[in-house]
């Protein structure tokens, strides 16, 4: 009897172990979220917060410092486009050549080593970006300054096309057959059954992975903080130096900045933007992948 | 008739340009890969020696080397590995056998989706403030390890429960109906079998925590360290010493980074020499667990 009261007991804290396990994964977004907040709340009592949105003049390491943090954002945005047009029309078109037309054999072979491109370390794209990229560009682009946009925005894009790749494949895989089947007894070939059918039938899956992609170019940092040069540049010309909220940060935590100072800071008013950023486009993304289930 | 025909040519002939553009829009991602292969052989080769592995850094190109960075590398991961694993496989195993579905777990699994997309950088930011100043664990292995546990620890999770849920229900129902209690199920039956895919998420998850620059920057590595953490073996009783944890440190992608950022052309040949060292890492992980998977996934058939 009393080897089952203590079975019992053993069970209990057991489950009560693993469930504080995954409990701690909410500790961490709470985590996140408070130390973001609380740090920043120190940086907007110095500087108001209308300066700090729509000031176009980033210089809080200067004599005379000014907050605002559009050049930064426009950074961002900038490497991110670019980035997203190497990676939708490529990563879309690889999906729909892997979910319809390669051999299955190939597939299995190809997915794991496109994978590979994600393993790759950042920092490695970005020296890759830097010495090998750039210099080739600027013999196209006689031009185009030694740290720009374009260069770390290009290669981004070929890093997350598995991400835009692998979310649009499974959607496409999603569409029932009968669906397609129904397009080729009509005499269409595989082609205009992916445009007019499978395109449009995935759409929010197809939508959920640009929503990804964008996620990703937006936090990617050393690629940026290598190739894109460290300077706050409002500018919407990809052939100049560029500094994004992640380069910004990466930057100041480089130098021995002292705690509590606004420099300090800054970082952390940076790092609420950015994460604001992502949480927005992975909740956008997240409800779109949703709907894919629903659909079907 | 010849209408018909014609168009029906016209059709094959733009699904057959499709069909090539699918194919080297596929093989873009491979080109670039093969490039940045041997872009970085050409440049860091000349450079890859023992001496290479086993000198501090310094001021003149030639001399410096990658001990103190990988050195670096290993105990982070060892701090890493010891935080993430047994939490993440923890929290895969509660959200898929003991969770029921209410509000609570729908709340973490929601979570750990958004979790799994917030930057790195971000994390290194929570360490600082949390880690650093709050808890006062200083610029250390300690905190860098933590930093890159917090960020692995939703890839963990993830790979744990996909794994899990591999599993067919009536390997459990078998267990129950011979009196096992939900743990003994879990321990003798549940783990065991997704063991496969568990350890592939975590050498995954382990391999992008090694490339991981940004956090550990933010948490501020330093980028000059000519000294080695305390040795964790001692001489004397108790023979391992934790002051290691404390020490300040630098990783094999910070030692690069700092390379890539100097003006010298010799720097670019140690920043070279160091990412095909950090690449071979990567790849060799990823290698391992493309290879345990496959093996584990022909082991078992259900």
């Not at chain 1, 992916?194 to 197809?206: E, M, N, R, T």
């Not at chain 2, 440049?43 to 001496?51: A, E, W």
Request: charged share 15%; glycine share 8%.
């Amino acid at each position: 009897m009393k080897t089952k009261t203590s079975k019992k007991i053993k069970e209990f804290l057991i489950e009560a172990v693993l469930f504080l396990s995954a409990l701690s994964s909410v500790l961490i977004t709470i985590g996140i979220v408070v130390i973001l907040s609380y740090e920043s709340f120190g940086f907007f009592k110095e500087v108001p917060i209308k300066e700090f949105l729509t000031g176009t003049q980033w210089t809080p390491l200067f004599a005379e410092p000014k907050f605002g943090i559009l050049p930064l954002v426009a950074g961002t945005l900038l490497t991110t486009f670019i980035a997203l047009l190497v990676s939708l029309p490529l990563g879309l078109v690889a999906a729909i050549y892997l979910s319809e037309y390669a051999p299955h054999k190939f597939r299995e072979i190809i997915k794991p080593v496109l994978e590979l491109l994600a393993a790759v370390p950042t920092v490695v794209y970005g020296y890759f970006a830097l010495s090998f990229l750039t210099p080739i560009l600027q013999k196209i682009v006689p031009d185009l300054s030694g740290f720009n946009a374009l260069s770390p925005g290009i290669i981004m894009g070929i890093m997350i096309i598995p991400y835009v790749s692998s979310v649009s494949e499974d959607s496409m895989k999603a569409v029932p057959m009968h669906i397609r089947e129904g397009s080729y007894a009509m005499g269409a070939t595989k082609f205009q059954t992916a445009f007019k059918v499978l395109i449009p039938a995935a759409f929010s899956g197809i939508a959920a992975a640009f929503i990804i992609g964008v996620s990703r170019a937006v936090g990617e940092t050393m690629v940026v903080a290598i190739a894109a040069g460290m300077m706050p540049n409002f500018t919407a010309n990809p052939m100049e130096p560029v500094q994004t909220l992640t380069s910004y940060i990466v930057q100041v935590s480089l130098g021995d900045v002292p705690h509590g100072t606004i420099e300090y800071k800054t970082i952390f008013a940076a790092g609420i933007v950015l994460f604001l950023m992502t949480l927005f486009f992975n909740i956008i993304g997240f409800w779109l992948r949703k709907k894919i289930r629903q659909a079907y | 008739m010849k209408d018909i025909k014609k168009r029906i040519a016209v059709s094959k002939l733009w699904n057959n340009i499709f069909l090539i553009t699918g194919l080297l829009s596929t093989l873009v991602g491979l080109v670039l890969l093969f490039t940045l292969f041997v872009d970085l052989f050409i440049d860091g080769v000349p450079r890859l020696s023992y001496k290479f592995f086993a000198s501090f850094p310094s001021r003149f190109p030639e001399q410096a080397g990658i001990l103190s960075a990988w050195v670096g590398t290993s105990l982070v991961m060892l701090v890493t590995a010891a935080a993430a694993i047994p939490l993440g496989v923890a929290a895969g195993i509660y959200l898929e056998e003991y969770g029921r579905k209410n509000w609570v777990t729908s709340i973490i699994e929601i979570n750990i989706t958004n979790l799994a997309g917030v930057p790195s950088i971000i994390y290194g930011l929570l360490a600082l403030g949390l880690f650093v100043y709050l808890f006062k664990f200083g610029e250390s292995i300690l905190t860098g390890g933590l930093a890159l546990a917090l960020l692995i620890l939703p890839m963990i999770i993830m790979a744990t429960r996909e794994a899990i849920r591999a599993i067919p229900n009536s390997i459990r129902e078998a267990s129950y109906a011979l009196g096992a209690t939900k743990w003994q199920t879990v321990k003798n039956h549940i783990i065991p079998y997704s063991m496969g895919g568990i350890l592939t998420g975590i050498i995954i998850g382990l391999s992008r925590a090694i490339g991981e620059t940004a956090p550990i920057i933010t948490v501020g590595a330093l980028t000059f360290i000519a000294f080695l953490p305390v040795s964790p073996f001692t001489s004397e009783f108790p023979f391992i010493s934790f002051k290691w944890l404390f020490d300040p440190f630098t990783v094999m992608p910070i030692q690069m980074f700092n390379w890539v950022s100097r003006p010298q052309a010799g720097f670019q040949v140690n920043a070279a020499a160091a990412g095909i060292v950090l690449l071979i890492m990567t790849l060799i992980m990823n290698a391992v667990a493309i290879y345990i998977r496959y093996k584990f996934r022909k082991k078992i058939k259900w």
